[in-house]
């Protein structure tokens, strides 16, 4: 059951006059959907759970400032995202084979809001990879956009394949520190896992 954004919108106002009762509510009706979203990503029971407590908490914390522009339900899952990339940034054992599979795949069908994200995390990359050299970015976009193998790009570029691992080596040398949020870092980290 969601809520429209009218409905939203008294909900937030009865949690900014101190409505516990409005929190309870909020609680009530997302926090099954919010695991499971935090556990298809963190594949860990306990850590899922903690994430969607320390979310609660939080906006029980905040409930004078928050500011919700999305729909409620949106909003609660960018904030299940940005805490399990602290998760990630705080124990890099977190990461593991399981949660590297398909991550992309799962941040952009988990619900329209992350796919947004995700849409603009994206367009942050493509605008770093547009800084590249030019036979750089070439090489890198053929591996990347059309999936070609460094061989299949030797050959169409009519270089050796030691100088097409060169150049998207030299591509993340560039790529990877220009994304200073972690949000980025981490989606580039998976971005790059299916292309390289």
């Known amino acids: 059951m969601s809520f429209n954004k009218n409905k939203d ?115 942050q990359i493509n605008a770093v990879v547009n800084t590249l050299p030019e036979k750089c970015k070439k090489v890198f976009k053929l591996s990347r956009e059309n999936q070609l193998s460094h061989k299949e790009i030797s050959t169409q570029l009519n270089i050796s394949t030691k100088s097409v691992e060169a150049y998207i080596t030299k591509a993340l040398k560039i790529i990877r520190p220009s994304l200073v949020n972690i949000s980025y870092a981490i989606i580039i980290c998976f971005f790059f896992v299916k292309v390289c």
């Open 9 to 123: 919108q008294k909900l937030i106002e009865r949690l900014k006059h101190n409505d516990e009762d409005a929190l309870k509510l909020i609680y009530n009706l997302y926090w099954e959907q919010l695991f499971i979203y935090a556990f298809s990503l963190l594949k860990k029971r306990e850590i899922s759970e903690d994430v969607i407590q320390e979310i609660f908490i939080k906006i029980w914390e905040k409930r004078d400032t928050i500011v919700i522009k999305t729909t409620l339900k949106g909003y609660l899952y960018t904030c299940v995202l940005h805490k399990v990339y602290d998760v990630f940034r705080k124990d890099k054992s977190a990461f593991s084979e399981e949660v590297l599979q398909n991550f992309d795949v799962k941040i952009q069908t988990s619900n329209p809001e992350s796919k947004l994200i995700y849409i603009e995390l994206e367009a």
